[in-house]
């Protein structure tokens, strides 16, 4: 029997949406059943709502004191232990996935699979390479496969699951190099978070200070939307980095994503490549975010929100 | 203290790569070729906390073709010590670069091993997570802030939630995200001095590296392209658009 173990993003309390999208790339394996493990404190809510993730079969819940923040010496060696039943062991591609796989991996002798965006086999994979400017399709070796899935590329599994819960013990010598000091949230709000928002209001350098933002603030909230930048934007101060739109920020695919004051650089576009709709407002009329943009206005960004406020 | 820094030669981040029409690859031929950008960063932390008294050496890696010392030379020009460059024409993958580097790690015996958070070639963002694994060392991955006091760092993470912070024992392998520095620039003089600073040449086998089964590249090819859009002439005509759709 094959099966599939996906590790469930939380924080303690809520799953995070990255876990149903990984849930729906593992069901293109096509295996015998999809088990989540929730690695937690306590954990009991978050299990539940994996429970109810569309094509889950077992929910594992992993309960350990160490568990209570997701640092990757301390969870790598329990699923490593969890992953002699498995064939495949997934991870959301967040930075979550990412800090945590390759050390799982690693352990396990094991090459992995970064950022799945398709699933052609069990053992065949496409992912972007480049800043997603080519797609190479990929063999793992025989054997259990290690991979981490790209979230923007799957929906989330539907929520019509009633899967079951059970509780393990992982009997494993936990390391006492490292030590959680803190986690300073940006501070997004009340906003919907990024990675799952339907639309998205992002700004760029083109903004000109953090004081200017509030304009971006203000059209999102008309509009119910998350807010993104880009790296200059970040970089500059004008918001915090979890709101970082690119190849090494959030890869989002919204409904409509609104680019304000951004030029479109090949590191920016690659974390929008899968928007439904792209708006762009920029200036200069040769910026390379309107080659993307399905609608481009030439125009001072500052008027534009002003006009569309009214117009809202 | 010693600290090895991973320095891996890229095609050029401002290079619009092209894809080879029949599947094998990209051009990188007559392509402009730089040091990872995540690792000019690497190479820059690396030197600071030498100024600031924490360390003595500051040795950097790469492994690949003849031509990667090139960035070596940057790496030393830019005041790293000494270089080793693991020698190999083939495609080194994250695990067997991983176990390079622990190989070296062992032979050097460093108190901190800083990397790129991702080589923007492949982007895998596995080597140091790897070699963390391999040497059972503590990873502080995606840093933003690099504090080393005695035998600990204390490490900002850019992670999706905001910044974490983590303090580990060292020896630690840390892999650096854009925001932790600047990188100085190169000036002249520093690119003759570098020109004598030791340059040591070794193969994956003189380190007693073997391969293991790693992936296999089937095909490369380009993204499905965006159909282009149109230009709007006013807010007006923007709204109407995007009420048609649905979408506000
Ligand atoms: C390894 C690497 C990784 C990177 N990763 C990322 C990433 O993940 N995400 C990311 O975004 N970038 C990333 N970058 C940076 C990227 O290359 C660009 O530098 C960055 O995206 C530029 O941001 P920007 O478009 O806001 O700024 P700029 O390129 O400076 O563009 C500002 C735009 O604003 C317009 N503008 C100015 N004023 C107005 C106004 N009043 N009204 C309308 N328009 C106006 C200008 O015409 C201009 O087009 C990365 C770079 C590297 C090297
Ligand atoms: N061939 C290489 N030579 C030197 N350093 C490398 C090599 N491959 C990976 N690295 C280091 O590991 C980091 C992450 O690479 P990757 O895991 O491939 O995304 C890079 O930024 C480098 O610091």
Redesign the pocket.
Known sequence: MSKVLVIAEHDGTNLNGSTARAVSCASDLGLDAIDVVVLAADGSAVAEQAAKISGVTNVLLVQNPANENAVAAFLAPQIEALAADYSHVLAPSTTFGKDLMPRVAAHLGRPQISDIMRVESSHVFDRPVYAGNAIATVEAPEGLVIGTVRTASYKAAANEGSASVETRSVEVTLPTHTRFVELASGGGGDRPDLQAASKVVSGGRGVGSEENFKHIYSLADKLGAGVGASRAAVDAGFIPNDHQVGQTGKIIAPDLYMAFGISGAIQHLAGIKDAGTIVAINKDADAPIFEVADYGLVADLFEVIEELEKAL | MKILV???RVIDFNVRVQVKSDGSGVVKDGVKMSM?P??EI?VEEALRIKEAGNAEEVIV????PKACQEQLRTALAMGADRAIHVQTDEE?Q?LT?ARIFKALADKEQPKIIL?????ID???????QMLGALSHWPQATFASEVKIEGETATVIREVDAGLETLSVDLPAVI?VDLRLNEPRYVKLPDIMKAKRKPLETMSIEDLGVEHVAEVKVLKTVAPAKRQAGIKVDSVAELVTALKEKGLI
């Open positions: 991973g320095v891996k990872n995540f690792d690497a890696a790469t492994i690949g080194v994250p670069g990397l790129g958070k991702q080589a492949d982007d895998n963002n596995q080597t140091a892999s």
